[in-house]
């Protein structure tokens, strides 16, 4: 039975409850040609909506969309549509693994630093001991070693192959490069080996159940909030777990009226 499809501001969302992952799973597995899974936070939902763009097309074309932040569903809220369940990409990542582990499927690891993506080879392997890693390449590889790379996963034909930082295209790279592989899954989560690795920690469980991990990324990468201007600042709003919505509006009024001061003052 397929999963229900949604649409939020033109951009496509899965509503997959975690009693019908696996199944899911099990489902693109049996499915030929390239598949892939993405985690679909509120900043790439606002990228996605320039139809345009690589980025667009690429989640378009994703076979399974999964929300990761609470502001999506907030939106579905608003805008009456049915309520996807969201995921905990780093615990969602888990729940993959563990049914390729149980059926005795290959994985294939791509992206990182050399160490960190031994150490988090090393962890995977002690933790899900029927999954056989079939290959890893590091991340921030040189252009010209792609062919070889590209060749590598083709023979290898893993189950999945989990990306994580250290690709330029991110989600893209597999999209724009799928007529060259067989049949694998291509799933990409920046912060998988880190976290497999311990070199990063995870994301609070009450930080992320209440949706505030949205202003973690935006402490660590403040040009986030540029993404805001590109859609109706109500829209935005809405999108806000209710206690933040007045404090963003109001932010947004005041970003909004030193942009125009100082476009003022420019042209005088």
Known sequence: M?????????????????????????????????????????????????????????????????????????????????????????????????????????????GSNKKTLQQAESNLHDTFTNLRIVGRYVGYYPKQMEDNIIQAMFKAQPSLVLMSDGIKEKNCWAYKRRNRFSSSIFLYYKDAFGIFSERIKRVKEKTFNNGNEIFVELLHNPFKIVLIFWIPAHTVTFMLPGQYQVMMAAALSLVLGLILSLSSKKAK
């Not at 763009?53 to 608003?78: Q, W, Y």
């Open 2 to 110: 397929a999963i229900e499809r949604i649409s939020l501001l033109g951009v496509p969302v899965d509503i997959c409850s975690p009693d019908r992952l696996e199944n899911q799973i099990l489902e693109l597995l049996a499915k030929p040609g390239t598949k892939q899974i993405i985690f679909l936070s509120i900043w790439d939902l606002l990228k996605a909506r320039r139809k345009k763009s690589v980025f667009a097309e690429t989640v378009r074309n994703a076979d399974l969309v999964i929300p990761i932040s609470k502001s999506i569903l907030n939106g579905a809220k608003f805008l009456k549509r049915n309520i996807p369940h969201r995921y905990n990409p780093f615990e969602c990542v888990i729940q993959i693994l563990s049914i390729l582990d149980a059926h005795f499927k290959t994985l294939y690891l791509f």
